[in-house]
């Protein structure tokens, strides 16, 4: 069994609030940590999670007291799930979690990491205690919360979100600037940091209003004990103008910048770069022009997220007024992951660190920016949404698929789907078909794939006597619509077949 296949999903547990401090785990008899087991199902590591459950499977015969100590009493099928992870996952296992993290070591412009994995710049990182309990969970580093000399005030409220089925976030709004505290209190931050956590990696996010001043905080935060040091010239949110994304937005701006903070300190510099442009290459090629060790990619899109109709304001409404504000969460990735792909073919950022985001809920999304060039990925809304605890599931899935593939360290993947992505479509070949196949042991007859395929495609399926698909192959131009619409994941691909010519 390949660790990115899942054979239980979100959708299984959707009702989970997966909680703090469970009932469910408080209340299990015997060591099964259910609690911890959903939470790796939630992230896409149940064979982590099947492989940790006791030998003796004694949830078969539990009266279940986790449902019912449950805030959502029988809303969680608990106990169908602990057995389904004894009886249909743990057998599917063919290797055994690693028995340590070795193979998730790694550099970050040549600075020794433990894994991969960073808080990005933003409220998760933005005191002493919060980056101290991070590490303590298992985290890399940081990336702080942008040191600025501005003196910022925020709005309240000002995130808005837009939710999933289950509540879960999908995307995240946010109107946030930079750090409110001054210059001097965190840089006595940074000084704490690495005198108690000196294997953790401080990654100091800045922000100037001219050269002296971005030179002039690059070197504060080298003396102070960061490790490097990001340009933030992306943040979407500032009240005034002429900074954050409208720097990203000029390469000239953009080249100056890092020039004055690259010659202002000796560690690594990297530019964070906005994705409010149509191609990030000229303000890449700008920063390497002006010394930058790396590229941190993305920040959050500008965005507007909901506007109610009754008041006809945006969302988060501040006193009957709002604001285009910065977009994240998981919705971001594809978009994210477009922006890695364009830096990680450029031919002249070989060589250069790209610390990736953009959306990364599991390891399974920080794999696939691995996989585009990314070699350390920082997360940021999906710590607000579940908190520093999502480390573990990162970690465990990503050293597991790593052992399974017979990978020895992390380094080995990156960039590894590179070579297969176009960045047009004109040399994908279209003399096949592939066409649909469905299982009707999985079917349930909604007629689902016949609805998007007669409204949304050929009008090649139709449903027969016993609500069951049936295909035409005359018609199916193989666009695998049906594949994608299915609620039960009960068409899969089948048959290829050379297309005829006209």
Known sequence: MIQAESMITRQDMIRCALCREAPCEASCPWDVKPAQQ??????????????????????????APCESACVRPGEVPVRDLMNRLYYQVRPE????????????????????????FLLASSV????????????????????????????????????SALSGDGGSLIGFKNIEQLSDHSVAENMKIFRELKKNYPGKFILASIMGQNEQEWGELARLCQENGADAVELNFSCPNMAEGGLGSDIGQVPELVERFTAAAKGACTIPVLAKLTPNVAEMSPAAEAALRGGADGIAAINTIKSVVGINLHTYVSAPSIHG??????????????????????????PEMKGMHLSA????ETWQDALEFMLLGGESIQVATAVMQYGYRIIDDLKAGLNLYLAEKGFRSVKEVIGLGLDTLHSQTEGLERDS?????????????????????????????????????????KRCVGCHLCLLVCPQR?????????????
Not at 95 to 110: K, M, V, Y
Not at 451 to 468: F, L, P, V, W, Y
């Open 490 to 502: 009960a068409i899969a691909p089948g048959t290829k077949r050379i297309r005829r010519s006209v």
């Open 321 to 346: 007024y709002s604001a285009i504000g910065g977009y994240s969460g998981n919705a971001v990735k594809p978009i994210a992951l477009r922006f890695i792909s364009e830096l990680g073919h450029h």
């Open 93 to 116: 296992c063919e290797t055994p979690p690693p028995e340590n993290e070795d193979r998730l070591r790694c550099t970050f412009c040549g600075i020794p990491m433990e894994n991969p």
């Open 124 to 159: 998760v990182a933005s005191t002493y205690d919060m980056c101290a309990r991070a590490f303590e969970a298992g985290w890399a580093g940081a990336c702080f919360k942008t040191v600025c000399s501005l003196d910022i005030h925020e709005a309240s409220p000002r995130y």
């Open 433 to 473: 078909i592939l066409f649909p196949q469905f299982n009707p042991e999985k079917c349930v007859g909604c007629g689902r794939c016949a609805i998007s395929c007669a409204d949304g495609g050929h009008q090649a399926i139709t449903m027969n006597e016993n609500r069951k698909p049936v295909l035409n192959g």
């Open 357 to 360: 985001m953009g959306g990364v």
């Open 38 to 63: 959903l939470r790796s199902i939630w992230f896409k590591n149940e064979q982590t999670a099947a492989q940790r459950v006791p030998e003796t499977n004694r949830c078969i015969t539990c009266e």
